[in-house]
């Protein structure tokens, strides 16, 4: 007695046309492993970089007013740029300032730079304005975090204001 199609099972082109497909399959999931490993080494730095920032904000944010010193009063030599520019530690060039701390972590070195400076604030236009001199009562505080990423240089920046109020 002859067998049915039901009964005799796969040809040998049926499997091999399904080892292909299966092979196709693993392939494109082979090349995403790689993309996801990078950003995952990308966020956990992002992530260090973000909690040695906040730990610097919140330790200038502790001390008293008064102990919190301005860049252009505790940086040996602040880059001329930075005083011309009204002392704005938004538009400073971090690679000719000086840096508060190099941090060592999971395989990455994190550099921390710190900037302090006077700020008025101007009710009309509601806005705060860097200024070098003359206490106002208001000081930024503003943390540069940085990290080298295969080609590039990462960084991340986080700012907070101190009173004297």
């Given at each position: 007695?002859?067998?049915?199609r ?5 040809s040998l ?5 399904a080892?292909?497909?299966v ?6 999931l082979?090349?995403?492993f790689?993309k996801?490993?990078r ?16 730990s610097k904000v919140?330790?200038v944010k ?6 919190i010193?301005?860049?252009a009063?505790t940086t040996?030599?602040?880059?001329a ?16 300032f000086?840096?508060?701390?190099v941090?060592p972590s999971t ?12 700020v008025s ?9 860097p200024?070098?001199?003359?206490d106002?009562?208001?000081?930024n ?8 990423s ?16």
């Amino acid at each position: 007695m002859p067998l049915t199609r039901a009964q005799a099972g796969v040809s040998l082109i049926e499997l091999m046309i399904a080892v292909v497909m299966v092979s196709a399959v693993v392939a494109m999931l082979s090349l995403l492993f790689p993309k996801s490993s990078r950003s995952m080494v990308t966020s956990r730095q992002r992530l260090a970089a973000t909690n040695f920032a906040s730990s610097k904000v919140e330790d200038v944010k502790k001390q008293p007013y008064t102990y919190i010193d301005v860049s252009a009063v505790t940086t040996p030599a602040p880059p001329a740029a930075w005083i011309t520019g009204g002392c704005n530690c938004n538009a400073v060039d971090y690679t000719t300032f000086p840096w508060e701390a190099v941090i060592p972590s999971t395989g990455t070195t994190y550099t921390r730079y710190v900037c302090v400076s006077y700020v008025s604030y101007n009710p009309l236009t509601q806005t705060w304005t860097p200024q070098c001199a003359g206490d106002t009562g208001y000081k930024n505080v503003h943390v540069h975090v940085s990290w080298p990423s295969e080609a590039d240089t990462l960084f991340i920046d986080q700012e907070s204001m101190a009173t004297r109020y």
